[in-house]
């Protein structure tokens, strides 16, 4: 039978499953946990007690039944110990990536665009007309043969070079970024959770390259007294620790990895939520807590200046609103010619997805 045929609408058709609901609230947990499963269920029992998010016909225990068959956790049969497995981990990622950035449209493997002209990365709207080494598939065929029956009429009709539009295109360019964490003691001082902000922020980012920028890098350092490089499969398990704030160990730990990377468009993006204090001198700490210290400053100063040298802008995230750091984060942006912006924990995904997308040359303070 030919036509469209129409039935009542049932909404219940496109509620979520009882898994579907209860893993949304699981990922989060996770994320809030650090991936600690043994804790993350207790608080969804906590929070099924609280809001009855099961019933009778689904449960927590058929929840737990199904992220097992579903290969979400394993459990260890000497001990017992169940942990989260990979899939959960990019499960989280990509929680992450809606939650911050929304629902992306898929597009064409590529990068980021340029003003300047390329071979054919991405159509634009803009012609000219045809020069010696353009390639057939640049011709705009539909405005060539206008102009080919424009200048030489219908009856006698042929196309000649000076006939041949081109279809301009966006050249896109690769990029390597270097997100640098700040997991020092105060990222959950008084009584505010500012690592988890950043976490989802890193997942999301790392989700976002992956899947819409596959040809870009992406590292992540994380800083206290000192740095290291972690994993993106890491990111769900960060946790802060008993530290300073060793931002000199982080920008050349950073530095570090960009010059080994052959990209010629390079940047890094720093969340932090407060200054410099500490300073590694040989095989001695150096740390000053108290008010901007010109030692440890001037150390800064000096990679802001070498990365701007480098052509490596540094795009400055500070979730913390306190006036006296406006001065030494302006300080810092000038010397190294990059960004900054003073971020709200709500809004720090917001801001770090329009930098990375847009590439635009603007600093807000």
């Not at 901007?292 to 990365?307: E, G, H, V």
Request: net charge neutral.
């Amino acid at each position: 039978m030919l036509g469209y045929q129409f039935k009542k609408f049932d909404a219940s058709a496109d509620e979520p499953s009882g898994f579907d609901k209860l893993m949304k609230i699981f990922t989060q947990l996770l994320t809030y946990t650090s991936g600690d499963f043994n804790e993350a269920m207790q608080w969804l029992n906590e929070l099924d007690k609280e809001y009855k998010l099961t019933d009778d016909n689904y449960g927590i225990g058929d929840f737990l039944e199904d992220l097992k068959n579903k290969g979400y956790i394993s459990e260890n049969p000497q001990n017992g110990e169940i942990k989260i497995t990979a899939k959960t981990e990019q499960t989280i990622r990509k929680s992450s990536l809606e939650e911050i950035f929304g629902k992306l449209k898929k597009t064409k493997q590529g990068n980021h665009t340029t003003f300047k002209p390329g071979g054919a990365d991405e159509i634009n709207t803009d012609t000219r007309p045809y020069q010696f080494g353009d390639t057939m598939e640049q011709i705009d065929f539909t405005s060539s043969i206008r102009n080919a029956q424009i200048n030489h009429g219908i009856d006698s009709f042929r196309m000649q070079e000076d006939d041949l539009e081109i279809r301009e295109a966006d050249f896109k360019s690769q990029t390597s970024t270097v997100l640098m964490i700040d997991i020092s003691h105060s990222m959950i001082l008084y009584g505010e959770d500012r690592i988890t902000p950043a976490k989802k922020v890193a997942m999301a980012l790392s989700e976002l390259i992956k899947t819409k920028y596959p040809k870009d890098t992406l590292d992540i350092v994380v800083f206290g007294n000192d740095a290291w490089p972690i994993e993106v499969k890491d990111l769900p398990y960060l946790q802060v620790g008993p530290y300073h704030t060793n931002t000199v160990a982080g920008l050349e730990l950073a530095m570090d990895i960009l010059r080994r990377r052959r990209n010629p468009n390079k940047q890094i993006f720093m969340i932090t939520d407060g200054k410099p204090t500490c300073l590694k001198v040989g095989k001695q700490y150096y740390k000053n807590s108290f008010g901007i210290d010109r030692k440890i400053l001037t150390r800064c100063m000096s990679l802001a200046t070498q990365c701007k040298k480098l052509k490596i802008p540094i795009t400055t995230f500070m979730i913390a609103s306190d006036p006296y750091l406006q001065k030494f984060v302006q300080e810092f942006t000038e010397t190294n010619n990059g960004k900054a912006f003073f971020a709200s924990l709500d809004k720090l995904g917001a801001f770090i997805f329009k930098d990375f997308e847009s590439g635009k040359r603007k600093t807000v303070f």
